[in-house]
């Protein structure tokens, strides 16, 4: 509901415990941008959100995670609708969207970035994260102000 409330371009939110997510997750580790993939739906890093205290638990653990998920995007200055999910230390991702259809969407696309930034990792364990002027490129070309990618061509 913290969510809803703060953010009102947001309609739907998916929590799960999607595998390569989780292991990000419980390494308490932001997951990379290494590739276009992941340009293509997130602006940059998908951020880990800390852990909650023991008090934030006791009093109200569900609002408490909403509220460390803003938390989170504001220290970063992140916009939710360019980074449109997080995950929380020890616990997993949370994605949202325009609606429901759209936040299972980007679920299912974070845990594959998270699975193709494990593989990177493990390939090549000092593989640099992707240029910005690429990340731009991707990002931009669907989402940005002069978006072309996936654009109606009808006037």
């Known amino acids: 509901l913290e969510l809803y409330k703060q953010y009102p371009d947001i309609g739907g939110i998916v929590h799960t415990h999607s595998p390569y997510a989780v292991g990000w997750a419980q390494a308490c580790e932001d997951?990379?941008?290494y590739g276009t993939t992941h340009a293509d739906y997130f602006y940059g890093a998908i951020p880990c959100a800390r852990h909650l205290t023991t008090e934030e638990i006791d009093e109200d653990y569900e609002k408490n995670t909403g509220k460390v998920i803003i938390e989170e995007l504001t220290k970063r200055n992140i916009n939710p609708v360019h980074v449109p999910g997080i995950i929380c230390a020890s616990h997993g991702p949370f994605t949202w969207g325009k609606d429901a259809a759209e936040a299972v969407e980007f679920s299912v696309i974070l845990e594959e970035v998270a699975k193709m930034a494990?593989?990177?990792?493990?390939?090549?364990?000092?593989?640099?994260?992707?240029?910005?002027?690429?990340?731009?490129k991707h990002y931009l070309r669907k989402y940005g102000a002069s978006s072309y990618f996936y654009q109606s061509k009808e006037k």
């Open 31 to 33: 997951i990379p941008c």
């Open 118 to 136: 494990y593989m990177t990792l493990t390939l090549g364990a000092n593989s640099p994260a992707l240029p910005k002027y690429l990340l731009d």
